[in-house]
Nanobody, 127 residues
Framework: QVQLAESGGGLVQAGGSLRLSCTAS????????MGWFRQAPGKEREFVAA????????NFADMVKGRVTISRDTAKKTVYLEMNSLKPEDTAVYYC????????????????????WGQGTQVTVSS
């Protein structure tokens, strides 16, 4: 059974930083990409960033480019989302997701590719 557990959310002032973590269990990681998505109240879920587990290829949404990095620790089976220069509009529930059918060059921004999802962690940025 695949489980994704996010942590690291919280309340931060605008301009601040947060690092989200997502630890996976039950995945083989042979052909996997890990993604972060977010959903703000009243809005649709949107892509933030993704990383291919094997190749390290990354992909970022335009709205976070330059402010966000994504990385993974293969030994800990954990993916990280480091967010800097946070803005109030970054306030959302952030979800970790796993795409178990990603070839080495794939870090898809398409939510439909991701079969497994975590429960989400709240990020609130105050102005």
């Amino acid at each position: 059974q695949v489980q994704l557990a996010e942590s690291g959310g919280g309340l931060v002032q605008a301009g601040g930083s947060l690092r989200l973590s997502c630890t996976a269990s039950g995945l083989t990681f042979s052909r996997t990409a890990m993604g972060w998505f977010r959903q703000a109240p009243g809005k649709e879920r949107e892509f933030v960033a993704a990383i291919n587990w094997n190749s390290g290829v990354t992909n970022f949404a335009d709205m976070v480019k330059g402010r966000v990095t994504i990385s993974r620790d293969t030994a800990k089976k954990t993916v990280y989302l480091e967010m800097n220069s946070l803005k109030p509009e970054d306030t959302a529930v952030y979800y970790c997701a796993a795409d178990p059918s990603a070839f080495s060059g794939i870090a898809s921004p398409t939510a439909g590719r991701y079969r497994y999802w975590g429960q989400g962690t709240q990020v609130t940025v105050s102005s």
